[in-house]
């Protein structure tokens, strides 16, 4: 018995390097020290007798071999984690919910009714530009500006999302201009037409600054269009239209406190983007 809890205190600390893709954090995370989660890592390899990780100086990479136990560990994690919570008295499953700024202060508005819908989860909103690794658990929950393709994951179009440019008053001259790497910056940096009177490092700021009448400035139509303050001062533009994506692993799915999140989720987002 010893032997076995051992052998799945190994598969635990693996999940945790792998999803870290590092000993540092993972040690962080487990509480347990980089060098003994070095040692178990290597005894894992040579119980199995497989290559687990490519190991470089930035960290470690799963190998095919480690991507496929990965997967076969995870699912069990994620069908037995609930019932170990329930047995220690934690009646709630952390539900990691990953998408851009604009999507998570719209959810953010109907928090309540998702929170009260999904009472079994304790949820973890995580403002990410980049995609996070569903596959690797990262993030339980992702909302995506296209189709994934990676095996493993399940996904549904929440709808299409528009944008548009907004300011105080049509007279207003100038655009605002976020520095980031986003879909809707990039456009803008591109218009050699429009004159850029202030840049900002983040989205929300932007939009704090074009309340003021500082200028113009690209906001997804679902989040512009309520913000009584600013109109429409410039078509949608179609360069920036894009579909939306509820994303899950598949496995995560069946748990019901993944399932209640998804479903509110949907219909929160579903909606508001049916009103754009």
């Not at 000993?23 to 290597?42: D, E, H, N, P, Y």
């Not at 189709?147 to 300011?167: D, K």
Request: net charge positive; aromatic share 6%.
């Amino acid at each position: 018995m010893n032997e076995m809890i051992s052998d799945w205190n190994d598969l635990k600390f693996f999940l945790a390097v792998a999803r870290n893709k590092g000993l540092s954090a993972a040690a962080r995370q487990t509480g347990t020290s980089a060098a003994t989660l070095g040692r178990r890592m290597q005894a894992l390899e040579q119980s199995t007798g497989i290559e687990i990780f490519h190991r470089h100086a930035r960290g470690y990479d799963l190998t095919d071999q480690g991507e496929a136990l990965f997967a076969k560990v995870s699912a069990v994690d994620a069908e037995v984690r609930p019932l170990f919570a329930r047995q220690s008295g934690r009646e709630k499953t952390l539900v990691k919910l990953s998408a851009g700024h604009w999507t998570l202060h719209a959810l953010s508005q109907d928090i309540m009714q998702i929170s009260k819908a999904a009472p079994d989860a304790l949820l973890r909103f995580i403002s990410a530009t980049e995609f996070l690794n569903i596959n690797h658990r990262e993030a339980v929950i992702g909302i995506r500006n296209q189709r994934p393709h990676q095996t493993g994951l399940a996904c549904r179009r929440i709808g299409a999302v528009s944008f548009a440019a907004y300011a105080t008053d049509p007279a207003v001259e100038g655009w605002i201009r976020v520095a980031a790497n986003t879909p809707s910056a990039l456009w803008l940096a591109a218009q050699d037409d429009k004159v850029t009177v202030m840049e900002v490092s983040a989205s929300q700021l932007a939009k704090d600054l074009a309340v003021q009448g500082a200028g113009r400035v690209v906001l997804p139509c679902f989040i512009g269009d309520r913000i009584p303050e600013l109109v429409r001062v410039h078509p949608e533009i179609p360069e920036l239209t894009h579909e939306q994506w509820l994303v899950n692993h598949d496995q995560d799915r069946f748990i019901p406190a993944v399932r209640q999140v998804l479903d509110e989720t949907y219909k929160a987002l579903n909606r508001r983007l049916k009103s754009q």
